[in-house]
């Protein structure tokens, strides 16, 4: 059994030398473990880094990256990963709590004040024969990470080598759905724990190909999927609520909306009658904006609302929709229909190794998501308050409320500090509305959050919208969709602005952020 995550790198590496690991450079996987050894071999001899020191990533998604990461953690140091969406007084600010004695960054994130920075993209000129890998165990930390820090001071999370390594182990899992050689789309950052699980851990252990895109460019998607073919598209939930719109707009466009949903609803029974060729011609341009060879899509970073997910899933594709945390290496659960070897269809649950319970569920089964196993970090860093208040009989507390249907599917219902008490003492889950709103095309974003209007709580929305839509068309939107829904939930009260809103580096829509910015009259309001 491997002991850290640079013996995971080596029996690999190892075992699959002349497999294209990183595809537009054309480097096998024989080529990033001769690197890794090299910028190992840099780290120890120029900077002496070694065993429990903190070394800094500050960087996009570039093979560099990659390589410096599993460097670092080859000597045994830690790995602090740094948002580059971050300012350069937070970027001080982490390094100094977390005692980090060098950056290594791209050039356009240097900052003075702070510890020694390296330029990360620097060719290494070392020997890797000269390389010699640290004793470091599976209970040793592997890499730091900041909470977001929406609210009051952020957390560090530490994750231990046995932390990725379970995750590594647990994307096994999925051998029956992604087979070797499958190349992963790579844009989302690598900063983030999803990078860390999609677009390096994942692609090793699963014997796939990466496609590294530093570029947030939609365009730049559109191009490499052409040229490329990518079979496993991992997003965040906002860029799949995009294609979903862009995909309706396009066949409204065309007059062929209706159609559309008709045969995307019922494909099967149509295959099954002998019109195979009606349903591949409303069908097939849609794949083909993924490249045409698309079979996964991965959906982490936040919630992904149920109507993109059945949409996608109807089109053919295997839609693995990942709920967790940074604090539990990213996966604590995958929604993840597909067939088992056994001929068995999976359909939920977390990664090998890990529990979930619904913590004291009310009448409809809703409670507290639970987490508990082996890829739950040991707890935060020097901070014993925030861990006694994040664990119970050794089960991670998320703060997140859900329910599980009866198929395992975990349903997120959103933040528990953001569930909406109504004064009946009803709760609204602004998770459900907000899904509930975005099926109207016009509506691009929403953010629901608690209100009070005339000293009464309410549900109250701000939407981002098409340019050229009103308010009152926005109003005519929602009392159509309010029909759907117990009057109590309705939202009546709504503000608007065609500009982006707030988000987290994962798309994660800002609500404080937002509410702030509606009291200080920077969106126009509908009717209260």
Request: charged share 25%.
């Amino acid at each position: 059994m491997v002991k850290n995550i640079y013996e995971m790198l080596q029996q690999v590496c190892n075992q699959n030398k002349d497999r294209i690991f990183f595809v537009r450079q054309n480097e096998t996987y024989a080529d990033l473990l001769k690197k890794v050894k090299q910028r190992a071999v840099l780290l120890a001899k120029r900077f002496g880094v070694k065993k429990g020191d903190t070394v800094a990533i500050l960087s996009g998604n570039t093979p560099e990256f990659i390589k410096s990461y599993f460097a670092i953690t080859s000597q045994g140091a830690r790995v602090l990963m740094l948002d580059t969406g971050l300012s350069a007084a937070e970027h001080l600010n982490m390094m100094r709590r977390t005692g980090c004695r060098l950056a290594l960054a791209q050039k356009s994130h240097f900052v003075d004040g702070g510890p020694e920075m390296f330029d990360i993209e620097t060719p290494d000129d070392t020997d890797e024969r000269d390389f010699t890998a640290a004793d470091v165990g599976r209970d040793d930390l592997a890499m730091l990470s900041f909470t977001s820090g929406s609210t009051g001071n952020p957390k560090v999370v530490g994750l231990t080598h046995n932390n990725i390594l379970s995750l590594a182990d647990g994307a096994l899992f999925y051998k029956p759905v992604i087979h070797p050689g499958y190349t992963f789309y790579g844009f989302l950052p690598l900063y983030h724990i999803y990078g860390v699980v999609i677009n390096i851990v994942a692609p090793l252990v699963l014997r796939g190909k990466l496609l590294l895109q530093p570029v947030l460019n939609p365009r730049e998607f559109i191009a490499d999927f052409k040229k490329y073919h990518p079979e496993v598209i991992p997003a965040v939930p906002r860029v799949w609520e995009s294609f979903y719109k862009k995909i309706v707009d396009t066949a409204k466009e065309k007059h062929a909306y209706t159609m559309m949903r008709i045969v995307v609803a019922m494909q099967r029974p149509l295959r099954a009658v002998g019109l195979r060729r009606v349903v591949d011609k409303v069908t097939r341009p849609i794949h083909d904006i993924f490249g045409g060879n698309t079979k996964v899509l991965v959906s982490a970073g936040a919630t992904l609302k149920p109507t993109i997910r059945r949409f996608f899933e109807r089109l053919g594709f295997v839609v693995g929709d990942c709920y967790g945390l940074t604090e539990c290496t990213g996966p604590g659960n995958f929604n993840f229909a597909f067939r088992l070897p056994n001929g068995k269809m999976y359909y939920a649950g977390p990664l090998p190794g890990n529990e979930l319970q619904i913590h004291n569920p009310d009448k409809d089964g809703v409670g507290e998501i639970w987490l508990r196993g082996n890829m739950v970090m040991p707890g935060y860093i020097d901070n014993d308050e925030a861990n006694a208040a994040a664990f119970e009989d050794g089960w991670f507390k998320t703060g997140d409320l859900g329910k599980l249907d009866k198929k395992g599917s975990l349903i997120v219902k959103g933040r528990q500090k953001q569930v909406i008490v109504l004064d009946s003492g009803k709760n609204v889950y602004p998770d459900e509305l907000e899904d509930l709103y975005l099926q109207n095309e016009e509506i691009l974003a929403a953010a629901v959050f608690e209100y009070t209007i005339r000293g009464k709580i309410v549900p109250y929305a701000v939407f981002q919208v098409k340019p050229g839509t009103s308010s009152a068309r926005v109003a005519t939107l929602l009392k159509a969709s309010n029909l759907k829904i117990a009057p109590y939930k309705w939202v009546k009260h709504f503000a608007i602005t065609e500009d982006e809103l707030p988000q987290t580096s994962a798309k994660k829509i800002k609500h404080f952020a937002v509410k702030e910015m509606l009291d200080a009259g920077l969106f126009t309001r509908g009717e209260d």
